[in-house]
């Protein structure tokens, strides 16, 4: 290999060139492969985090500051601490989350299912479909035009009792969409009567900072708190089977675009110098939430007749 | 040993030799990524390791690589560095890496850190090039995160992610003459001219003419 | 994988977006070094420009066939040819490494060709091609390009267009440039200081064509699926009294 010495008009041989560069290549990919593999589940666990963050945060289990929420018996959100298997107690603001107790609680409380087109809900094992293999496919496509699509079922904080089998508190809905740059990737977390919404996130977007990219902001995202799903009439009143669905972010403030009509509850201001990501947002939810549309009617009938 | 030479390489890319204000490299990152101070700061640090340890393992090698293939020698080192920071992001910085997105890839193209390894780290011994490297780098950074600074105070009104500007200053619709972002600054092309102006600074302070 | 659901009209519109409004020059600001280096003169430009539209278009092809069928998730599932199942394997840590190895690869052969072929031609581009391997546009875009997922004409399409765009920005402060080195600039500033404002200016221009979305993939299937939901519940309520 010493070829360096004054060599007229040859360097190292062709034989000694591609030598070198098979062990360069060879040493490269060794190192990353090792690298890569030691640190495979440390990045598969990040990114569970992220997104079971996410998804409490649409749900509100969770807030943008890091510690845990309840509600206390009034109905307000109170900040919680980690009890144990998945149990949140009272707790104060202090109480930051760590890694672990976050995915016990997501865990616990937010299980995946799948509905169909009719609105009926089964498991994964029940309609024969692959798990990971379904949460890997579609993501970029869009979980919401499959057939079965994919719904979390947001369960209730477990009291002491180990219980039967507790109703859903709410669903959490995977929300695709693209904004002024690229896909954007969220949540939305509705109520059991099929229409209100508890909470929405964006765990995944490319919007320009600090205008697009405020969707991903808690200032913004807490004006979608109780809001509407459905469009209502001009009584107020919402038919689920005929009102137009999503939510729509308008150019400027409701209270001036809207006013005091009832369709102000199906939208949200919009954020200035952002009317194309609000666009996107608006699209989003409007095509996602028409696939779920049967599934809403049916958990609201069902709310109904309690 | 060669201590004071390693240590004035390391002086010389700080100032002299500043890599974005003398030599004009390392440009595209300084503009996309200087948005927030946080980004900043880790793009720089990660700028600076893979410069430092790029150079490092070319000086070590620069005895026994044909001369033919001293380029795709170069690229491969760095890009075994800038995957292994990119693949740390991804498990322990997550939403960060997230941000930084594509950028963290485009440290293999730098022109920093191929000039480094071109120019010097070829040239001498590894210590002096790792010194060299890691000055390159942190007078990147120093450059950066000023630029990230001013952009993050001017057009968020907050310091890594903390609020400086106090929120009761800014225009409501009561108090519509109040403050306001200087929204100019977040997007792209206040950068370029806060670089300009940067340049300008040093050609004034250190009296040289940089055609 | 071709095509998908783009439609014609679709690629026209990535072709504008990847040139203009998506400008990887000036709103990316990607491939700056060669840009501020090499712009003094029109000429030079010009032939930096030629260059980089070459070696982007078809170093971007090569990366989406790399991306596809080596690195991309389940990209090794065509092995299962051999009997091998390996579309578990996860060869992305290798993007990068592959990535800038075709780049550099391809530039290299293609400057051999250049110089045995057309001697003249090796001439007034050969020496530009060695400094675009290094040219973070073009890593940079075959990288976009692969986060966005693009079937293969549509990418042939963006990163074609993404070179264009470079060209013309490089054109553009090239005669800019070549008019400010004859004008009474402060001398503090003159050079690449002035070049960096110009350059400022010339991206808020562009950022005014923020917002135009031609490049959307317009084909057909998704919104039959939203109507068939509506369809179908209200077909319910008759069915169910």
Redesign the interface.
């Known amino acids: 290999?010493?070829e360096?010495q004054p060599q007229p008009n040859r360097?190292?041989s062709d034989l000694?060139?591609i030598g070198?560069?098979v062990i360069?290549?060879f040493v490269?990919?060794l190192?990353?492969?090792v690298?890569?593999s030691a640190?495979r589940v440390?990045?598969e666990v990040?990114?569970e985090?992220?997104r079971s963050e996410q998804m409490m945060i649409a749900a509100r289990v969770f807030t943008h500051e890091g510690y845990f929420q309840i509600q206390n018996d009034k109905g307000e959100y109170v900040p919680a601490k980690y009890a144990g298997d998945g149990r949140l107690v009272a707790g104060t603001e202090e109480d930051i989350a760590t890694s672990n107790e976050i995915l016990d609680v997501y865990k616990h409380r937010f299980i995946p299912t799948l509905v169909d087109?009719?609105?009926k809900t089964e498991t994964f094992k029940e309609a024969g479909i692959d798990e990971e293999k379904y949460l890997?496919d579609y993501k970029?496509s869009?979980y919401y035009?499959q057939p079965e699509k994919l719904i979390y079922k947001i369960l209730p904080n477990p009291t002491n009792g180990k219980g039967e089998d507790p109703q859903p508190i709410g669903y959490v809905i995977p929300v695709n969409g693209?904004g002024?740059?690229?896909a954007i990737y969220g949540y939305l977390a509705v109520e059991p009567d099929g229409e209100t919404v508890i909470g929405i996130s964006w765990y995944?977007q490319?919007e320009?900072?600090?205008?697009g990219a405020n969707i991903a902001e808690e200032s913004w995202q807490k004006e979608f708190y109780g809001k509407k799903i459905f469009q209502p009439n001009s009584e107020g009143q919402i038919n689920q089977?005929?009102a137009p669905v999503g939510i729509t972010v308008v150019k400027g403030k409701v209270a001036e675009v809207l006013g005091t009509s009832p369709k102000a509850e199906a939208a949200v201001d919009g954020m200035p110098?952002a009317t194309?990501t609000g666009n996107g947002v608006t699209n989003a939810y409007r095509?996602v939430l028409?696939?779920?549309?049967?599934f809403f009617?049916k958990i609201h009938d069902k709310t109904e007749t309690q | 040993m060669s201590k004071p030479t390693a240590v004035s390489y390391f002086k010389e890319q700080l100032w002299h030799s500043n890599q974005i204000l003398v030599a004009i490299l390392g440009i595209c990152s300084a503009l996309g990524i200087t948005?927030?101070l946080s980004v900043a700061i880790t793009m720089g640090l990660s700028v600076t390791f893979v410069t430092a340890c790029s150079s490092f393992f070319v000086s070590l090698l620069r005895?026994?690589?044909?001369?033919?293939?001293r380029m795709?020698?170069q690229l491969?080192?760095i890009?075994?560095f800038v995957?292994?920071i990119d693949?740390?992001l991804?498990?322990?910085m997550?939403?960060l890496s997230?941000v930084m997105?594509v950028f963290v890839g485009l440290i293999i193209t730098n022109c920093l850190v191929m000039g480094r390894a071109e120019s010097m780290a070829k040239n001498v011994t590894p210590f002096p090039a790792f010194m060299d490297g890691l000055g390159a780098g942190a007078g990147y950074m120093i450059v950066i995160c000023a630029v990230g600074a001013i952009r993050e105070f001017f057009?968020?009104g907050q310091l890594l992610g903390h609020q400086i500007v106090p929120q009761s200053w800014y225009a409501t619709t009561d108090a519509p003459f109040g403050y306001e972002?200087f929204?100019l600054m977040?997007?792209p092309p206040a950068a370029f001219f806060i670089l300009g102006g940067f340049i300008w600074i040093y050609n004034i302070i250190s009296g040289e003419d940089h055609p | 994988m071709w095509m998908a659901n783009y439609e014609p009209i679709n690629l026209f519109g990535l072709l504008i977006q990847a040139v203009f409004i998506?400008n990887f020059l000036l709103a990316n600001f990607l491939g700056m070094c060669t840009y501020l280096a090499c712009s003094s003169r029109l000429k030079t430009a010009n032939g930096l420009g030629v260059a980089v539209v070459f070696v982007l278009t078809m170093a971007g092809t090569l990366n989406w066939f790399v991306h596809r069928f080596v690195t991309g998730?389940g990209a090794l599932s065509w092995l299962s040819v051999f009997g091998i199942d390996a579309s578990g394997i996860d060869l992305?840590?290798?993007e990068f490494?592959l990535f800038i190895s075709v780049i550099a690869a391809f530039v290299q052969v293609v400057e051999i060709v250049i110089e045995k072929v057309s001697p003249a031609l090796y001439m007034s581009l050969g020496m530009y091609l060695p400094l675009i391997t290094v040219n973070c546009a073009i890593l940079g875009a075959c990288l976009f390009a692969v986060?966005?997922?693009y079937p293969f004409f549509p990418n042939l399409v963006y990163v074609f267009g993404s070179g264009l765009g470079w060209w013309l920005a490089i054109a553009l402060i090239a005669a800019i440039r070549e008019k400010l080195a004859v004008s009474n600039v402060v001398p503090a500033i003159k050079g690449m200081g002035i070049t960096f404002i110009a350059t400022g200016l010339m991206s808020m221009a562009f950022s005014g064509f923020?917002?135009i979305?031609l490049a959307?993939p317009s084909g057909g299937?998704?919104t039959e699926?939203?109507k068939?939901?509506?369809i179908?519940?209200?077909a319910?309520?008759i069915a169910k009294s």
């Open positions: 290999m010493s360096q360097g190292p000694q060139v070198f560069v360069l290549s490269c990919a190192v990353l492969a690298l890569a640190l440390p990045q990040a990114q985090l992220d087109g009719k609105g890997a970029k869009g035009r693209f002024l740059w690229d995944e490319k320009t900072p600090g205008l089977k005929t110098g194309l095509d028409a696939a779920y549309r049967p009617i | 948005n927030r005895n026994v690589t044909p001369d033919s293939v795709i020698t491969a080192i890009s075994v995957t292994i693949q740390f991804k498990a322990y997550f939403p997230k997105s057009g968020f972002n929204a977040v997007s | 998506e998730t992305n840590f290798l490494l986060t966005r997922n923020t917002g979305k959307n299937e998704e699926e939203a068939a939901a509506v179908e519940q209200e319910s309520p």
